[in-house]
Nanobody, 122 residues
C-alpha cells in the first residue's frame, strides 16, 4: 500500500522560509514524477513544482526563483524549499507521486498526500 507522509508546514512571516518533505513508502518511485501542488481557500488546486529523473524540474511562474524542488531516490522523498515567502503562498500543500505516460498520469499510479498547511502572515 502506497503512503505519502508530508511534513514541514507551519506559520511563517513574509520573507521567511520553510522546507516541506514528503516521504513515499510502499514501492520504488525512482521512475515516477514527484511534485507539489497547493490549494488556497476558494481556489482550485494548482501546480507548484515537479521533478522527474534525472532531475528535470518544472515550476509555476509564481514561485520561480523562490522555491526549489529536489528529491532523494534512496529515501523515496521529495522536498520543497520555499524562500521569500509571500502571503499569497498561503495554502494547503499536497505532495504528488505519479507515473506519467505520454504526459498523463497512469490511472492507479497517481498518489496524493494528505496535505500540509502553509500560512504566511505577519
Amino acid at each position: 500500500q502506497v503512503q505519502l507522509v508530508e511534513s514541514g508546514g507551519g506559520l511563517v512571516q513574509p520573507g521567511g522560509s520553510l522546507r516541506l518533505s514528503c516521504a513515499a513508502s510502499g514501492g520504488d518511485f525512482s521512475a515516477y514524477t514527484m511534485g507539489w501542488y497547493r490549494q488556497a481557500p476558494g481556489k482550485q488546486r494548482e501546480l507548484v513544482a515537479t521533478i522527474i529523473n534525472p532531475g528535470v524540474t518544472n515550476y509555476a511562474d509564481s514561485v520561480k526563483g523562490r522555491f526549489t524542488i529536489s528529491r532523494d531516490n534512496a529515501k523515496n522523498t521529495v522536498y520543497l524549499q520555499m524562500n521569500s515567502l509571500k502571503p499569497e503562498d498561503t495554502a494547503v500543500y499536497y505532495c504528488n507521486v505519479a507515473f506519467i505516460l505520454r504526459g498523463t498520469p497512469v490511472s492507479g499510479l497517481n498518489y496524493w498526500g494528505q496535505g500540509t498547511q502553509v500560512t504566511v502572515s505577519s
